[in-house]
């Protein structure tokens, strides 16, 4: 492992544990690691910590404490979901979900389908949008769960999840949202929604790996997933990751106190960031919508050069940015919502997704933008398929335009 100055863009993907999370955490693994099931107050005292950890997060999303169940990360929160969806409504074999879900939805939903289920992938349009109509024509009487994400992790799109719920409500169908991108950055009531299921992973929210949580609404029918002790109400057996659960309701208070400065200040970074680009960069574009969208997130089509391309050289220059997901990194397909975005594969293969965050600085935004426009432009000297005409090199690129978006290098 090496340790060197990171330009760290890619908070969709993981984000850093906060200093404080990591104070929370320290005395639960050092000192008390009784069992909280355990009779003595060795273990009591640590129950009573995890139940304050759900008061936290419970009020990060509106909810009650006794409607938050701990479980291992994300992806086991959204098959938690569908699983139980499936099994207390035995009649019902549909679900209902979208083309651009996490793969935590999407894989699960195609094992579902080999098992003999019915699955519907509504599609979305070229600003990454879903069409309600058609959300409200495709639920079924069979319909058991109608999955859709509050935002997306790849464009961050924001989806009307309100007006989703209500659809739901008014068709007596259960919903879910993946709503793993959305605290910190957006204002999060369950109570408002009206959804009966929602997962969270604590990861994405300046909290360790390995955690997560999946709201179940208080009378909403859930058949546990993991089958073992009565750990979570008997809702989900297993003995409870006790530091990671307590690291996980710090950050639920840091990242209410944080709400403001993403809105503001991270937004402006974003902002500043993606005008640049598409400013000083030719052939480029933003995909998705531009409003309604995280604040954090910004995905560019980089035309006549290949996102690994763009990751690899940035990657020594020690910046962090991602092409798609995590989870497609690696495959040399191109991402799925690109795809049904309707992106073609050649301009989708050039998607390169920055994501900042509380931590991200105006100096760390001059950085990449001093760096990116050059390696862009060598890239496509070097690449096949450039248009004769444009190859902008180091040179044309107007330093003029280039320091009147980089202010701490006017200081
Ligand atoms: C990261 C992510 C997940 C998966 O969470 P894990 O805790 O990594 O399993 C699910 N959905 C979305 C939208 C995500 O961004």
């Not at 809105?263 to 574009?285: F, G, Q, Y």
């Not at 920055?354 to 933008?369: Q, R």
């Amino acid at each position: 492992m090496t340790e060197r100055k990171t330009f760290y863009f890619d908070n969709n993907a993981t984000t850093r544990v906060a200093p404080e999370v990591v104070e929370a955490m320290l005395p639960f693994l050092r000192d008390f690691w009784g069992n909280p099931s355990s009779a003595y107050s060795f273990g009591s005292q640590v129950a009573k910590r995890v139940e304050e950890a759900r008061e936290q997060v419970a009020a990060l999303i509106g909810a009650e404490p006794k409607e938050i169940i701990f479980t291992s990360c994300g992806t086991e929160s959204n098959n938690a979901v569908l699983q139980s969806a499936l099994a207390t409504q035995p009649g019902k074999r549909h679900i209902l979900t979208t083309a651009v879900e996490h793969s935590a939805i999407i894989r699960h939903c195609e094992v579902l389908r080999k098992q003999g289920c019915d699955v519907t992938f509504l599609p979305v349009d070229a600003e990454g949008a879903l069409d309600l109509h058609l959300l409200d024509q495709s639920i079924r009487t069979e319909t058991a769960v109608v999955s859709v994400m509050w935002a997306n992790n790849e464009t961050g799109v924001v989806f009307p999840i309100e007006e989703i719920a209500a659809i739901c409500r008014s068709r007596h169908v259960l919903f879910h949202t993946d709503a793993t991108q959305a605290p910190g950055k957006l204002k999060l009531d369950v109570g408002e929604v009206g959804a009966d299921f929602l997962t969270l992973s604590a990861h994405k929210l300046h909290a360790p790996k390995g955690i997560g949580l999946l709201y179940v609404r208080r009378r909403t029918k859930f058949q546990p997933y993991l089958i073992g002790g009565h750990q979570e109400r008997g809702k989900r057996g297993g003995t409870e990751n006790v530091a990671s659960i307590v690291g996980f309701g710090r950050a639920a208070e840091l990242a209410l106190t944080r709400l403001e400065d993403e809105n503001t200040r991270v937004r402006a970074l974003r902002d500043r960031l993606e005008n640049t680009i598409l400013r000083v960069v030719p052939n480029t574009r933003r995909n998705g919508a531009k409003e309604p969208r995280l604040p954090n997130t910004s995905n560019i089509a980089f035309d006549f050069v290949e996102a690994e391309g763009i990751l690899l050289k940035l990657d020594e220059l020690g910046i962090c940015v991602s092409s798609g997901s995590a989870c497609t990194t690696g495959s040399l397909n191109p991402s799925h919502v690109m795809t049904a975005m309707g992106i073609k594969p050649a301009r989708a293969k050039g998607c390169v997704r920055f994501s900042l965050g509380v931590y991200n600085t105006d100096e760390e935004v001059d950085y990449l933008l001093t760096h990116l426009p050059q390696v862009i432009a060598r890239l496509r000297e070097a690449s096949p398929e450039k248009p004769a005409r444009h190859a902008k090199t180091l040179s044309d690129l107007a330093p003029v335009v280039l320091s009147q978006c980089l202010p701490s290098l006017q200081k």
